[in-house]
Each structure stands twice: as structure tokens, then as C-alpha cells.
């Protein structure tokens, strides 16, 4: 069977010359395959999430970042494979929460940037400040019937896109704005002291730690077994 082009989807909270997250990307294998895959567009070369339609999930550096780095003697780990997870259980017949990706308001952070047209983003409303961005990613099966898209009426979700994958299940990207918890909080703090103690091995020293635009993500695991992303700014680390 011929292979066709991927479905590719670019998403980001605030615009492009204000405070604005990183660019996410979210992209598939070619058909046949069901593939799913999603990074932070400026470390998609070396660290994503891969939603296998096996249901073997995982977050991973990428086997060219790992191969780079191995081979100049820095790479510090045993496996390229930060986590490994089962497809999570379904929230409702047929529906399964795939990934999260929250971003703070507090977090967001001026960084303007140059987008090429034939690259378009799909930037969404900065949320008021005590909130965050939730991103979405739903698969929904061939039978179950969608109002609108998932999360709509009882989430208060905005579609951002949608495609068919070859196994003939749904793909959705939604996003919403849930308020900040305290563990959300924790969790920030946690990985800001996590940096100040010892800078990422693998850096070798290159990295701008009080830089106004780096970025961190911090990952976790959901109740429902689904996983996520929180992005951080890394400004604060040292403050």
C-alpha cells in the first residue's frame, strides 16, 4: 500500500509576538499505520511522547539525539525511554484521554517568533491570570458518536483539529482553561529546585539557565493512567 502524507497540527497559547508557551506540534505516521506522536516544537528533534496504536506508549529522547550524544561521551543514561505506559483505560466507551499538555498563565513569557507560512500555528487565548491551558488529546473509536468533539459540554472544550487515523479511529486536539491547583504549583517548584540543584548532564554547560525564553517540561502521570506535560518558564529558577 502507497504511504500518504501525515496529519500534522501546530498549537500554542498567546501569539507570537506577546507572552506566548512553546509551539507544540502534534503529528502521525503515514498510513497504514496509527501512530501519534507529540513534542514541544524546539525539542522535537531529540524528546517527544509516542501514543503507539499498539497501546505501548512512551516519552523518549530520540535514538539521533541519544546516538549524537553517546557518541561524544555525554550521554549519562541507561535507556533513551523516560517513561513507559499501557494505552490508559477509556473515560467512557470508546473515548480515551490520551495526553495533557498544561501551560500556567504565569508561565507564558514574550519570545517572539518567526513562523513560515506553509507552518501555520494555531494560537489560542492567553487565559486570565489564577488559570492555565489545558491541551487535549482525545482518540475516540469508529462507533461512538461525537457531539461536536469531546470535552464540548461537559469540559467546555475548543476544538483546535481533528483527523481520522487508518484504523478508522478519531484524533482530536481541544484545548480549555482549567484554574491552577496547588499541585500545579508543587509541581513547578519541584522542578525549579530539581535545576538549581544540578543542570541537565547532557547540557554541558551550554544551556542558559536564567535565559528569558528556556522553557522546561515537567512530566506526570493522571489518576486515569493518562500522562502529561506541564510547561515551565525557566526565568524564575535562579530568582
Known sequence: MPTTNAF?????????NRPRSSIWRLWTSKKPKSDVYLAARHVAGAFKASLHESGGWQ????SEF????R??????????????????TEISPGITLA??????ASELRVNPVQIPDQKPVSWVPSPSSGHAT????????PQVGVCDWPGKRRMRTELISQTLLSNGESLWVVYYYPQVTQ???DRIEQL???????APEWSRGEINMHGSTLRLIVGGQEPDGSRYFMEVAADSVFS
Open 183 to 185: 499541585g500545579m504549583l
Open 66 to 69: 541519544v546516538n549524537t550524544l
Open 8 to 16: 500534522h497540527v501546530r498549537f500554542a497559547v498567546g501569539s507570537a
Open 71 to 88: 557518541s561524544g561521551g555525554t550521554w549519562p543514561r541507561d535507556s533513551r525511554h523516560v517513561d513507559r505506559w499501557p494505552r490508559p
Open 59 to 62: 516519552v523518549s529522547f530520540t
Open 192 to 198: 525549579r529546585a530539581v535545576i538549581r540543584k544540578r
Open 99 to 104: 495526553f495533557r499538555i498544561v501551560v500556567p
Open 134 to 141: 489545558e491541551f487535549d488529546v482525545f482518540f475516540t473509536k
